[in-house]
Antibody, heavy 115, light 107 residues
Framework: QVQLQQWGAGLVKPSETLSLTCAVS????????WSWFRQPPGKGLEWIGD???????NYNPSLTSRVTISIDTSKDQFSLRVTSVTAADTAVYYC?????????WGQGTLVTVSS | DVQMTQSPSSLSASVGDRVTITCRAS??????LNWYQQKPGEAPKLLIY???TLQSGVPPRFSGSGSETDFTLSISSLQPEDLATYYC?????????FGQGTKLEIK
């Protein structure tokens, strides 16, 4: 059974950097692409980007200047960094498997941007 | 970007009713269309991919249809546990985009 466990700081100050990591267990990590999504409170889902085993990435153009997704195949983990955050980046962030079909998801992390 | 438009935005139905949610893409996406169910406080769950293929473990009362620009998610006989918000998502091109969601309430 594939499981995704994510963690990171739940409170980030404006202008600082948001960092989250997602660890995968129970599956073939290197065979898949891995994605990040987010959902502002009370709103819909937004795709942030994805990464493959070689570290090739695709990003949402609305975030591309501030987002980095990286992968560590030795640890079966992948990470998200969002720089220069504002209140608009407050959201529940989810990691998930797959760039085309997100069939396994992490539990979600609420990240609040506030001083 | 491909815009995804769902209707209705909210829906109230009774247990046993047949429910239909529609999703329209702003350009042709073949059958690269997925449906997700999100219950309050939980992560989204994949229901249907490729417009009509039921994800393993999903009850057969859920079905999907459509191609190119017009798609439908149906629930044949609504159950209390189907209380959730439903999202369509296109995976034909980047950036991946979602519909705004349909909140399903049980009367």
């Amino acid at each position: 059974q594939v499981q995704l466990q994510q963690w990171g700081a739940g409170l980030v100050k404006p202008s600082e950097t948001l960092s989250l990591t997602c660890a995968v267990s129970g599956g073939s990590f290197s065979a898949y692409h891995w994605s990040w999504f987010r959902q502002p409170p009370g709103k819909g889902l937004e795709w942030i980007g994805d990464v493959n085993r070689r570290g090739s990435t695709n990003y949402n153009p609305s975030l591309t200047s501030r987002v980095t997704i990286s992968i560590d195949t030795s640890k079966d983990q992948f990470s998200l960094r969002v720089t220069s955050v504002t209140a608009a980046d407050t959201a529940v962030y989810y990691c998930a498997r797959g760039p085309t079909v997100a069939d396994y998801w992490g539990q979600g992390t609420l990240v609040t941007v506030s001083s | 970007d491909v815009q995804m438009t769902q209707s209705p935005s909210s829906l109230s139905a009774s247990v046993g009713d047949r429910v239909t949610i529609t999703c329209r893409a702003s350009q042709k996406i073949s059958t690269f269309l997925n449906w997700y169910q999100q219950k309050p406080g939980e992560a989204p769950k994949l229901l249907i991919y490729g417009a009509s293929t039921l994800q393993s473990g999903v009850p057969p009362r859920f079905s999907g249809s459509g191609s190119e620009t017009d798609f439908t998610l149906s629930i044949s006989s609504l159950q209390p546990e189907d209380l959730a918000t439903y999202y369509c998502q296109q995976s034909d091109s980047y950036p991946r985009t979602f519909g705004q969601g349909t909140k399903l309430e049980i009367k």
